[in-house]
């Protein structure tokens, strides 16, 4: 079993950059499609970006193409989110989430796993 804990999250103006980190305990997490999704306040959780078990496929929401890349480095147990031009409606919580397979999904229910998400705030 994966645990996921995210880090990286903060306050920062609108066009600024943040990477959040996600690192996973265990052995097996080249196993693991990892994926990024965010919830702001009153609204529900929603898909971002997620990458393969071995980092070839990544796929985004469209607010977000262009401005983030996600990647994995299954050596270090670590995904990370690269956040360049922040924009204030990027604000939300942050959470990591995987689930075993070799396939991708960006839909919510298709994770199994999720760490405790980290803030990010974007002013204007």
């Known amino acids: 079993q994966v645990q996921l804990g995210e880090s990286g999250g903060g306050l920062v103006q609108a066009g600024d950059s943040l990477r959040l980190s996600c690192v996973a305990s265990g052995r097996t997490f080249s196993d693991y499609l990892m994926g990024w999704f965010r919830q702001a306040p009153g609204e529900e959780r929603q898909f971002v970006a997620a990458t393969t078990w071995d980092g070839g496929r990544a796929e985004y929401t469209d607010s977000v193409k262009g401005r983030f890349s996600i990647s994995r480095d299954n050596a270090k147990n670590t995904v990370t989110l690269q956040m360049n031009r922040l924009k204030p409606e990027d604000t939300a919580v942050y959470f990591c989430?995987?689930?075993?397979?070799?396939?991708?999904?960006?839909?919510?229910?298709?994770?199994?796993?999720w760490g405790q998400g980290t803030q990010v705030t974007v002013s204007s």
């Open positions: 989430a995987a689930r075993m397979t070799t396939n991708f999904y960006s839909e919510i229910h298709e994770y199994d796993l």
